[in-house]
């Protein structure tokens, strides 16, 4: 079974929106962090978004402003909330998950356990 499962990708004009959501249903343990993180063609997995229930979270400069990572802690739920989209959006995304005790909240891929199977998101112009 996979750890995490994201939902909510899709294709959206260029200055649109989209939510997408990540189920932890599969982690092991109490979820203290969770990232999200995109990847294009051609290019490294980035950390674009991450939460940590003790500091304020973190985004990378090329989302700064536009997206929001937030979670619902009733269902165990995280959101990206992705708005004024661009076509340097177009990649696919993944949301990813720890259960350490990790004071920072990390954009590295290397910090995160649990990952999805990610969700295609196309920005078209």
């Known amino acids: 079974a996979q750890d995490l499962a994201e939902y909510g990708g899709g294709e959206v004009q260029a200055g649109g929106s989209l939510r997408l959501s990540c189920v932890a249903s599969?982690?092991?343990?109490?979820?203290?962090?969770m990232g999200w993180f995109r990847q294009s063609p051609g290019k490294p997995r980035e950390g674009i978004a991450a939460?940590?229930?003790?500091?304020?979270?973190r985004y990378a400069d090329s989302v700064k402003g536009r997206f929001t990572i937030s979670k619902d802690n009733a269902q165990n739920i995280f959101y990206l909330q992705m708005n004024s989209l661009k076509s340097e959006d177009t990649a696919m995304y993944y949301c990813?998950?720890?259960?350490?005790?990790?004071?920072?909240?990390?954009?590295?891929?290397?910090?995160?356990?649990?990952w999805g199977q990610g969700t295609q998101v196309t920005v078209s112009t």
């Open positions: 939460w940590n229930w003790r500091v304020p979270s």
């Open positions: 990813a998950a720890g259960v350490l005790d990790l004071r920072v909240a990390s954009l590295a891929n290397a910090d995160y356990p649990y």
């Open positions: 599969g982690v092991s343990g109490t979820t203290t962090y």
